[in-house]
């Protein structure tokens, strides 16, 4: 008899200070997984790719400090230093000896940080449409888009909207009904009856001062010591095909997959990423069973 699906879990652990929430999916045992969001998503967004990988995977996804439902920080405190402190204590606190990161766009440059200074602890490491640069393009759209966001909605038909207007790259071939799922999780209703947005309002402000990465983003992505799977919208305003080309002759191990058809972020979903995802992965599988 068949072993009964084991579904998604939510787990809350205190992790540098904040009470950090992931959803975890999968049998524990198997090999680890950690997924990591962007900039304003949160851990639902990984729903479907990380409800495929837990069929052989262990999988969590992160909601990061603020977003979602983890605590919120210090205002000052939404930068790369913290996010690599807080994975990092994420792990301790769940008692992961190693795993591997599927990071998208923000999260990518955490599992790059991450992985340059804490080489011992990642097996492979996914890396969705970002780089150690970013094209100045998506850049400049992205930070007027998450300055310029309403703080709240009547409705939930208000909130799918506002994406499918600001943000059509990251939802694009989507239907109506998985655009609403998407825009639900990045909302709460709230004591007013209006839905307001999952995440400290500081994450969208920058600050006059960036706090400094931890290590120089060139500088980290060379170091990185796991085998590295860069997937690369073919529209993407993010992640172009020069860095992607740089990136494949800077990385020690790497490989690259374009993912056709899709702009900044890939769901992962795609009939280009999936099958890429699961194939680098899955070589993972053979590595151990060598060990």
Same mark, same amino acid.
């Not at 409800?51 to 995977?57: D, N, Y």
């Not at 080489?119 to 007027?144: E, F, K, S, W, Y």
């Not at 790497?254 to 890429?276: C, I, Q, R, S, W």
């Given at each position: 008899?068949?072993?009964?699906? !084991?579904?998604?879990? /939510?787990?809350?652990?205190?992790?540098?200070?904040?009470?950090?929430h992931?959803?975890?999916?999968?049998?524990?045992?198997?090999?680890v997984?950690?997924?990591?969001?962007?900039?304003?998503?949160? =851990?639902?967004?990984?729903?479907?790719?990380?409800?495929?990988?837990s069929?052989? %995977?262990?999988?969590?996804?992160?909601?990061? $400090? &603020?977003?979602? *439902?983890? *605590?919120?920080?210090?205002?000052?405190?939404?930068? %790369?230093a913290?996010?690599?402190?807080d994975?990092?204590?994420? $792990?301790?606190?769940?008692?992961?000896e190693r795993f591997?990161?599927?990071?998208t766009?923000?999260? +990518?440059l955490?599992?790059?940080?991450?992985?340059?200074m804490?080489?011992d602890?990642?097996?492979?490491?996914? !890396?969705?449409?970002? &780089?150690?640069?970013?094209?100045?393009?998506?850049?400049?759209?992205?930070?007027?888009?998450?300055?310029?966001?309403?703080?709240? %909605?009547?409705?939930?038909?208000?909130?799918?909207?506002?994406?499918?207007?600001e943000?059509?790259?990251?939802?694009a071939?989507?239907? /109506? /009904?998985?655009?609403?799922?998407?825009?639900?999780?990045?909302?709460?209703?709230?004591d007013?009856?209006?839905?307001v947005?999952k995440?400290?309002p500081?994450?969208?402000?920058p #600050?006059?001062?960036?706090?400094?990465p931890?290590?120089? #983003?060139?500088?980290? %992505?060379?170091? !990185?010591?796991?085998?590295?799977?860069?997937?690369?919208?073919?529209?993407? /305003?993010?992640?172009?095909?020069?860095?992607?080309?740089?990136m494949?002759?800077?990385?020690?191990? +790497?490989?690259? =997959?374009?993912?056709? &058809?899709?702009g900044? =972020?890939?769901?992962?979903m *795609?009939?280009?990423?999936?099958?890429?995802?699961?194939?680098?992965?899955?070589?993972?599988?053979?590595?151990?069973? *060598?060990?």
């Amino acid at each position: 008899m068949a072993a009964a699906p !084991i579904h998604a879990r /939510d787990i809350y652990v205190t992790a540098n200070g904040l009470r950090q929430h992931l959803i975890a999916r999968g049998s524990p045992g198997n090999r680890v997984l950690m997924l990591i969001h962007g900039l304003t998503q949160q =851990a639902h967004v990984f729903d479907a790719v990380a409800t495929v990988l837990s069929q052989k %995977f262990h999988v969590y996804a992160l909601d990061v $400090r &603020g977003r979602g *439902e983890s *605590e919120w920080g210090p205002p000052d405190g939404y930068h %790369f230093a913290n996010y690599v402190a807080d994975l990092e204590a994420v $792990r301790e606190a769940l008692g992961l000896e190693r795993f591997s990161l599927v990071g998208t766009s923000m999260g +990518g440059l955490i599992s790059i940080y991450y992985s340059a200074m804490y080489p011992d602890r990642v097996q492979r490491l996914v !890396i969705n449409d970002v &780089g150690p640069d970013i094209d100045p393009r998506g850049l400049q759209r992205i930070i007027a888009m998450a300055g310029s966001a309403p703080a709240a %909605f009547t409705d939930l038909k208000s909130v799918a909207k506002y994406y499918v207007d600001e943000n059509s790259q990251a939802l694009a071939g989507r239907g /109506d /009904d998985e655009v609403m799922e998407y825009a639900r999780w990045h909302v709460r209703h709230s004591d007013s009856g209006l839905y307001v947005w999952k995440m400290d309002p500081a994450v969208r402000q920058p #600050p006059a001062q960036p706090a400094p990465p931890p290590i120089a #983003p060139w500088d980290a %992505f060379k170091a !990185i010591e796991a085998p590295v799977l860069v997937l690369r919208g073919e529209l993407s /305003d993010i992640l172009n095909e020069e860095i992607c080309s740089k990136m494949m002759a800077a990385a020690r191990n +790497g490989m690259a =997959a374009v993912v056709k &058809g899709v702009g900044h =972020a890939p769901t992962l979903m *795609e009939t280009d990423a999936l099958p890429a995802i699961e194939a680098f992965l899955g070589a993972m599988a053979a590595e151990t069973a *060598e060990v």
